[in-house]
T-cell receptor, first 113, second 116 residues
Framework: DAKTTQPTSMDCAEGRAANLPCNHS???????VYWYRQIHSQGPQYIIH???NNETNEMASLIITEDRKSSTLILPHATLRDTAVYYC??????????????FGQGTILTVHP | EPEVTQTPSHQVTQMGQEVILRCVPI?????FYWYRQILGQKVEFLVS????????KSEIFDDQFSVERPDGSNFTLKIRSTKLEDSAMYFC??????????????FGDGTRLSIL
């Protein structure tokens, strides 16, 4: 069962900000929001994660709504190398789930010149 | 930056043969995982491993599959008698703590397994 909903595809102009939305309306209190991306057939690459607060690192920013039912990954200055499939994943890692990540179809982000 | 490394990058095997895929997780990590991705499909969880035992496995991980940490650095996935439908990319991942306890999984670049 899908825990997240993402648009199938998005386009972005090089140098502009890419804003990738994700809905996770059934998220529970102990579940984190993780973002990964997969470039061509390489292994998934960790981008960022958060629980409640907005987060920023050298790759991206993560904005989580106050009710935690949705989030947005922001790539501030997209480059052609950011063209990839972006996955939004919610997982707790607690209880009987030992950190299993459940990947959906993700959003295909195409950055064009 | 530390990386998860996987070997070989491409493995071609006859159907029915045994295959071992190898992974060297990040050195201070304690949790290890295998995932697979059939061409054009989603990344699927296979198994998680901690403290020298399987923590969780999916329905895909049947009796034909096994995992092992034979020494302090390697983590292997063995498929005993390969089938055509085992053809896929296999990704190893590791984390320093259970995901959800604020430590993400880091993935290798995978082994492409082709069954003939």
């Amino acid at each position: 069962d899908a825990k997240t909903t993402q648009p199938t595809s998005m386009d972005c102009a090089e140098g502009r900000a890419a804003n990738l939305p994700c809905n996770h309306s059934t998220i529970s209190g102990n579940e984190y929001v993780y973002w990964y991306r997969q470039i061509h057939s390489q292994g998934p690459q960790y981008i960022i994660h958060g629980l409640k607060n907005n987060e920023t690192n050298e790759m991206a920013s993560l904005i989580i709504t106050e009710d935690r039912k949705s989030s947005t990954l922001i790539l501030p200055h997209a480059t052609l190398r950011d063209t990839a499939v972006y996955y939004c994943i919610v997982e707790s890692g607690g209880g009987t789930s030992y950190g299993k990540l459940t990947f959906g179809q993700g959003t295909i982000l195409t950055v064009h010149p | 930056e530390p990386e998860v490394t996987q070997t070989p990058s491409h493995q071609v095997t006859q159907m029915g043969q045994e295959v071992i895929l190898r992974c060297v997780p990040i050195s201070n990590h304690l949790y290890f995982y295998w995932y697979r991705q059939i061409l054009g499909q989603k990344v699927e969880f296979l198994v998680s491993f901690y403290n020298n035992e399987i923590s969780e496995k999916s329905e895909i991980f049947d009796d034909q599959f096994s995992v092992e940490r034979p020494d302090g650095s390697n983590f292997t996935l063995k498929i005993r008698s390969t089938k055509l439908e085992d053809s896929a990319m296999y990704f190893c991942a590791s984390s320093s703590a259970r995901t959800g306890v604020n430590q993400p999984q880091h993935f290798g670049d995978g082994t492409r397994l082709s069954i003939l």
